[in-house]
């Protein structure tokens, strides 16, 4: 079956501590996303790839960091500099400019 | 700036009623719209879309018809279950970049 994977789906760390979420896909596209999502709101971009070894900040790039070496994988690592980093991370990927954009189920990540 | 209003959940409906979310954007030039669901603790899921004025998207008896002399796409179906309890999010894509436009999401929640 073709979609996205993201794991694990709970994540418990530390303040001060970096952590690593990971995101595959095999659907074979080319562009992948990652979003943050806060209780009642909606979706805020992080970061997004259109390409193999290229990426661009989104609109809150601030304390975290991505890879994008391999087209299937996109991890995004939630660094010590993120002021507030409990949150729900999902993961996106498409095929195309203006295409709909298809979502992982989410990795809920809990600082303390 | 590129923006998306829906109407403030929650919205609270009986079985077999009929439904109504309201989604008005602003974006520049013609974007494609989207209409996603997510369903508790879940990522978010492609319900309908639209490329172009007048086109309808419609999926599992969903409906959304793309006005762009109002910049509106409001969701509807005619008969709602339990089970379509959930997040609606109406996202307009725009940009160069393919940036989805999110904004709080409704609450449907579906009483028998």
């Known amino acids: 079956d073709g979609g996205i994977t993201q794991s694990p789906k709970y994540l418990f760390r530390k303040e001060g501590q970096n952590v690593t979420l990971s995101c595959e896909q095999n659907l074979n596209h080319d562009a992948m996303y990652w979003y943050r999502q806060d209780p009642g709101q909606g979706l805020r971009l992080i970061y997004y790839?259109?390409?193999?070894?290229?990426?661009q900040k989104g609109d809150i790039a601030e304390g975290y960091s991505v890879s994008r070496e391999k087209k299937e994988s996109f991890p995004l690592t939630v660094t010590s500099a993120q002021k507030n980093p409990t949150a729900f991370y999902l993961c996106?990927?498409?095929?195309?400019?203006?295409?709909?954009?298809?979502f992982g189920p989410g990795t809920r990540l809990t600082v303390t | 700036g590129n923006s998306v209003t829906q109407m403030e959940g929650p919205v609270t409906l009986s079985e077999e009623a009929f439904l109504t979310i309201n989604c008005t954007y602003t974006?520049?030039?013609?974007?494609?719209l989207f209409w996603y669901v997510q369903y508790p603790g879940e990522g978010l899921q492609l319900l309908l879309k639209?490329?172009?004025?007048?086109d309808k998207g419609s999926n599992k008896g969903f409906e959304a018809t793309y006005r762009k002399e109002t910049t509106s796409f409001h969701l509807e179906k005619g008969s709602v279950q339990v089970s379509d309890s959930a997040v609606y999010f109406c996202?307009?894509?725009?940009?160069?970049?393919?940036?989805?436009?999110f904004g709080a999401g409704t609450r449907l929640a579906v009483h028998p």
């Open positions: 996202a307009p894509i725009s940009g160069g970049y393919n940036k989805l436009i």
């Open positions: 996106a990927s498409s095929n195309g400019p203006r295409l709909e954009q298809y």
């Open positions: 790839s259109q390409i193999v070894n290229d990426f």
């Open positions: 974006a520049t030039g013609y974007p494609s």
């Open positions: 639209a490329t172009k004025a007048d």
